[in-house]
Each structure stands twice: as structure tokens, then as C-alpha cells.
């Protein structure tokens, strides 16, 4: 069974795939530019942009979770997402941006914003992909699509190790075989991936609000 959703509708909400979280610091950007390699990201008491030409993942299973973490005052936070998961997964064109407001020593507001794959030929690529999603818009294929499924039985590549108390294993989820998504507009929490292979990285820091859309 295929299945094709178009904006407009609740998919692009809350029930959507979408591409990884902003990479907090350069060293970490640059690292993972060069090689293949476990990556973690969040950004602490901030959520997060990211624009993407295409996203093309398989093995496709998403579920509602909650992230937590500190906000930026040290208090603990709390935030429903769905998690969107991959086996692996390609992107082309990404743009992720992070602002952070009322800096001290006068610097006033700073985004963080990184590019890469921007060659259609050397797209970003994922394995064991997961996503913190709060909202997106995007055009979405589905193929071999599974709604209704039970959380606990989403099968690969599952729910996200550490993650399982966050999770109903009774509650709504659902999994293809294959996802493809253009025209990606995504608000996000954090991500966590196997390995993170950003291709023709640039990551820059701008003075005041830049964001990707």
C-alpha cells in the first residue's frame, strides 16, 4: 500500500518526519563534516529551525513521546514531541538555525546557523535516525504505510534506546518502509543519531535573528 499526504492537513502538525536538530558548537559540526560519527544534539531550554529540499528515510516509524532537559534559567522542562525514527536516512539541502536572545557583554541576540549537502550529488546522511519534532510542514510520501500500530510494536527501528519510560507502548504510532519529504519546514527539541555525515558543512554565527524559514 502507498500512501501520499499534502500540506494542509494534521500530518503537518504533528504527524511528519523531519531532519536533525541544529549542531550546537563548531567543533562538534566540523567532527562530524570529516567522519562518521555518534552524534547527540539538543539545544538546552531552546527549540529549533530546520529547512530541508528533500528527506528520503527508511524504515519509518514515529510515536509521541517527551523530551525533558533543562531550560536556559536551570529549571527542569518538559515538552510533548513525536519522535520520528529511521533506519537511515538522506538529506539534501539543509539549513538549521538556533537563536539565542539577550547574550551578555552586549552582544544582544545571536543565531547559530549551519548548511550542509548542499550538492544534490553528497547529501547529509543518517543511520539509527531520531527525531524530537514539535511542528512541521512539509509534501509527504509514504510507502507501505502502517497507521493505528501499537507503540510497543513499531518494529524497526523501534523506539529509542533510554527513551521507553517516555513512551505509552499502547499508544498511537505508525511505520512505512519508505519516506520522502520535500519542502521541509521543521521546529524541533534535540535528535540523536548512529552516525552523522554532513557534506559541504558551513556553520556561521550572525548578529541577530536569522533563521532558516
Not at 171 to 200: C, H, I, P, Y
Request: aromatic residues 8%; hydrophobic residues 40%; proline residues 4%.
Amino acid at each position: 500500500m502507498s500512501s501520499q499526504v499534502r500540506g494542509g492537513t494534521r500530518w503537518k502538525r504533528f504527524a511528519l518526519v523531519m531532519v536533525p536538530s541544529v549542531v550546537a558548537t563548531a567543533a562538534v559540526g566540523v567532527g562530524l563534516a570529516q567522519g562518521a560519527l555518534a552524534a547527540s544534539f539538543s539545544v538546552s531550554g531552546q527549540s529549533f529551525k530546520v529547512h530541508a529540499d528533500k528527506l528520503v528515510g527508511h524504515n519509518f516509524v514515529q510515536y509521541g513521546s517527551v523530551a525533558t532537559g533543562k531550560s536556559i534559567d536551570g529549571k527542569d522542562a518538559a515538552h510533548a514531541v513525536a519522535v520520528s525514527g529511521f533506519s537511515d536516512a538522506t538529506i539534501t539541502n539543509m539549513c538549521q538555525s538556533v537563536v539565542t536572545p539577550n547574550l551578555p557583554f552586549g552582544l544582544g541576540t545571536v543565531t547559530l546557523q549551519l548548511n550542509a549537502g548542499t550538492d544534490p550529488k553528497k547529501p547529509v546522511r543518517a543511520t539509527n535516525l531520531y527525531l524530537d519534532v514539535a511542528e512541521l510542514d512539509a509534501d509527504a510520501y509514504f510507502e507501505n504505510i502502517d497507521i493505528g500500530v501499537a507503540a510497543g510494536s513499531v518494529g524497526k527501528p523501534g523506539i529509542q534506546p533510554g527513551t521507553e519510560k517516555a513512551v505509552n507502548p499502547n499508544g498511537f504510532a505508525q511505520r512505512a518502509e519508505t519516506a520522502v519529504l520535500t519542502d521541509v519546514k521543521q521546529e524541533a527539541w534535540a535528535t540523536t543519531a548512529g552516525t552523522f555525515r554532513l557534506s559541504n558543512l558551513s556553520l556561521k554565527l550572525h548578529s541577530g535573528v536569522k533563521e532558516c524559514y
